[in-house]
């Protein structure tokens, strides 16, 4: 949540109660809408349709003055489990290829 008043954060959590209180520290911090939203689904689903939207987003051609400079950090939450979503990154922007610069 602090990240959030710094740069755009794109936070899930699949278990209901850990996205309960996420939304409430959001609110409880004040973070605004447009900085930051939240979700409460799979990761792999997470990861192919709102992360991959977000991505094309930020490839539209109103958007690409500062794509230079963009950096993207994932974090997630159990490091242990973070290699077996390898495979979901490998041609996750295939179909928006036309998007990106």
């Known amino acids: 949540v602090p990240a959030a008043k710094k740069c755009r954060v794109i ?3 699949l278990n209901p109660e850990s996205f309960r ?3 409430h520290n ?3 911090n ?3 809408a447009e900085r930051m939203s939240c979700h409460n689904l799979d990761a792999r ?3 192919e349709t709102i992360f991959v939207q977000e991505l094309a987003s930020l490839c539209k051609p109103e958007n690409r003055e500062n794509l230079s400079e963009l950096e993207i950090h994932i974090t997630m939450n159990l490091p242990a489990l973070a290699v077996t979503f390898i495979d979901v990154f490998q041609g996750l922007l295939s179909p928006h290829e036309d998007r990106i610069p």
């Open 11 to 13: 936070a899930n959590d």
């Open 21 to 23: 209180w996420l939304q």
């Open 26 to 28: 959001v609110k409880m």
């Open 30 to 32: 004040k973070i605004k």
């Open 45 to 47: 689903k997470f990861l």
